[in-house]
């Protein structure tokens, strides 16, 4: 059942067209992820579905019922805001409580919620603590108990990790994550963060220019991309032009550089001849230790980058440009070692791991 509904709705700020005829769906009680880079249009959207930004045309629906023209107190959503927007002055009791004084008229037990939310985010403790004297992560607990003691529909998510530091940030991921599957709330969450929206979400719904390119599992999109542009932006990629050598049964031989390699046509026409761009992820490009096989090929190693727990290495094959790989440091080579520049390396691709697009696209994921 959806729960958000947004139906061909647009919003210009002067000459610029920030949300172009946008229409999307989130379904009740799924963490979902508006993601893209700054100005694709995904915190306008955001706004407009909380009430403090206006729509020029469309219709925004929260449950089945038209929103539009809800003032932001009357809607059974509430936000999340990136900078926290605590009450210096007042505890975190009265932070947390400060909501059950407004709303839509519901009748909540006032200290049995604030007592739930307490408990809820494990800071009874610091029941009595102002936010100066909380750390950062104890704030945005304060900042996510007010927006959910209300129990709203919705909870709307504007960059909420982004004043952390890598390490909380990584921890807070998991405890947002495992807090809306206790709660069974919906949360819509705005980020640019890719990494994040892969851990987080149950859809990532992926925007640009104000449109929506691709919506699906963070799995769907990372394996199986649409478009050359989610396969760009939803973590690396290698997008690499060639053309089709020859097709034989459920495979195509596609030629790169000085390389060639079998890769799965997954029902992809096969015109010899025919431009093609292969994705293939870096962690999906290994050493060779075995026999060479079709889908095997060879290059020379230009670059190397110490990356902790794996080395990433780029691979001259002849192409316009090197290819990308990640290879952990437990997997060595034939010869027991990590390439080193220089070196002549074989390497394999799993053939059902290539994503194909037709046509030459730059790294960017654009024709």
Not at 82 to 94: G, R
Not at 156 to 172: F, G, K, N
Not at 238 to 248: D, Y
């Given at each position: 059942?959806?729960?958000?509904?947004?139906?061909?709705?647009?919003?210009?700020?002067?000459?610029?067209?920030?949300?172009?005829?946008?229409?999307?769906?989130?379904k009740?009680?799924?963490?979902?992820?508006?993601?893209?880079?700054?100005?694709?249009?995904k915190?306008?959207?955001?706004?407009?579905?909380?009430?403090?930004?206006?729509?020029?045309?469309g219709?925004?629906?929260?449950?089945?019922?038209?929103?539009?023209?809800f003032p932001?107190?009357?809607?059974?959503?509430?936000?999340?805001f990136?900078?926290?927007?605590?009450?210096?002055?007042?505890?975190?009791?009265?932070n947390?409580?400060?909501?059950?004084?407004?709303?839509?008229?519901?009748?909540?037990?006032?200290?049995?919620?604030?007592?739930?939310?307490?408990?809820?985010?494990q800071?009874?403790?610091?029941?009595?603590?102002?936010?100066?004297?909380?750390?950062?992560?104890?704030?945005?607990?304060?900042a996510?108990?007010?927006?959910?003691?209300?129990h709203?529909k919705?909870?709307?998510?504007?960059?909420?990790?982004?004043?952390?530091?890598?390490?909380?940030?990584?921890?807070?991921?998991?405890?947002?994550?495992?807090?809306?599957?206790?709660?069974g709330?919906?949360?819509?969450?705005?980020?640019?963060?890719q990494?994040?929206?892969?851990?987080?979400?149950?859809?990532?719904?992926?925007?640009k220019?104000?449109?929506?390119?691709?919506?699906?599992?963070?799995?769907?999109?990372?394996?199986?991309p649409?478009?050359?542009?989610?396969?760009?932006f939803?973590?690396?990629s290698?997008?690499?032009?060639?053309?089709?050598?020859?097709?034989?049964g459920?495979?195509?031989?596609?030629?790169?550089?000085?390389?060639?390699?079998?890769?799965?046509?997954n029902?992809?026409?096969?015109?010899?001849?025919?431009?093609?761009?292969?994705?293939?992820?870096?962690?999906?490009?290994?050493?060779?230790?075995?026999?060479?096989?079709?889908?095997?090929?060879?290059?020379?190693?230009?670059?190397?980058?110490?990356?902790?727990?794996?080395?990433?290495?780029?691979?001259?094959?002849?192409?316009?440009?090197?290819?990308?790989?990640?290879?952990?440091?437990?997997?060595?080579?034939?010869?027991?070692?990590?390439?080193?520049?220089?070196?002549?390396?074989?390497?394999?691709?799993?053939?059902?791991?290539?994503?194909?697009?037709?046509?030459?696209?730059?790294?960017?994921?654009?024709?």
């Open positions: 059942m959806d729960i958000i509904e947004l139906q061909q709705v647009t919003k210009t700020f002067g000459t610029l067209t920030a949300v172009d005829n946008l229409s999307l769906s989130v009740h009680g799924r963490y979902v992820t508006m993601l893209g880079p700054s100005g694709c249009g915190t306008t959207t955001l706004r407009m579905i909380g009430g403090f930004e206006y729509p020029d045309r219709h925004i629906l929260l449950d089945g019922e038209d929103i539009t023209d932001p107190h009357t809607r059974k959503l509430n936000v999340m990136q900078d926290f927007a605590l009450f210096p002055h007042m505890t975190v009791e009265e947390i409580g400060y909501g059950l004084r407004f709303g839509d008229g519901r009748k909540l037990d006032a200290a049995k919620e604030l007592k739930k939310a307490l408990d809820m985010i800071l009874g403790h610091k029941a009595r603590s102002k936010p100066h004297e909380l750390s950062i992560g104890q704030r945005q607990r304060v996510l108990a007010r927006a959910l003691v209300r709203p919705v909870l709307l998510l504007d960059e909420p990790l982004s004043a952390l530091d890598a390490e909380l940030r990584a921890t807070m991921q998991i405890e947002l994550r495992e807090l809306q599957q206790r709660a709330l919906t949360f819509l969450m705005v980020t640019h963060d990494a994040e929206a892969l851990v987080m979400s149950d859809e990532i719904i992926v925007m220019d104000g449109v929506v390119v691709e919506s699906g599992s963070p799995e769907d999109l990372y394996n199986h649409a478009t050359p542009y989610v396969a760009s939803l973590g690396a290698n997008l690499v032009p060639g053309r089709v050598e020859s097709a034989t459920g495979s195509l031989r596609i030629a790169f550089g000085d390389a060639s390699l079998e890769v799965a046509s029902g992809r026409s096969a015109e010899v001849g025919k431009p093609i761009t292969m994705s293939i992820r870096p962690e999906r490009i290994g050493l060779h230790r075995r026999e060479i096989t079709a889908s095997s090929f060879s290059g020379r190693v230009t670059e190397s980058f110490y990356r902790g727990e794996a080395m990433q290495i780029l691979v001259d094959v002849g192409a316009k440009a090197p290819l990308s790989m990640i290879t952990p440091l437990s997997w060595k080579g034939a010869r027991g070692e990590i390439p080193k520049v220089g070196d002549r390396i074989e390497l394999h691709v799993d053939p059902d791991s290539v994503v194909l697009f037709d046509g030459h696209v730059d790294a960017s994921g654009e024709a």
